[in-house]
């Protein structure tokens, strides 16, 4: 029979609990990009609609033909 050979992992991390720990802080660095982009688009579209909006008050107020 042949020997059996075993692998070695490198790791950067000491532990496990080193990887967990940072794993919850990206996870956590993404919710709040996540946030911080969903609040950047909320504002986009407000300001596109605030520019419809004024477009058509300006048409309005000329009489569109």
């Known amino acids: ?11 950067e991390f000491k532990s496990l609990d080193d990887r ?17 982009t969903d609040n950047t688009l909320y504002e986009i579209m407000n300001r596109l609609d605030s520019m419809d ?4 008050t300006f048409k309005n107020s000329l009489g569109e033909l």
């Open 1 to 11: 029979m042949g020997s059996l050979i075993m692998s070695e992992y490198n790791f």
């Open 20 to 36: 967990i720990r940072e794993l919850e802080v990206e996870v956590e660095r993404l919710k709040q990009e996540s946030i911080e």
């Open 53 to 56: 909006q004024s477009e058509y």
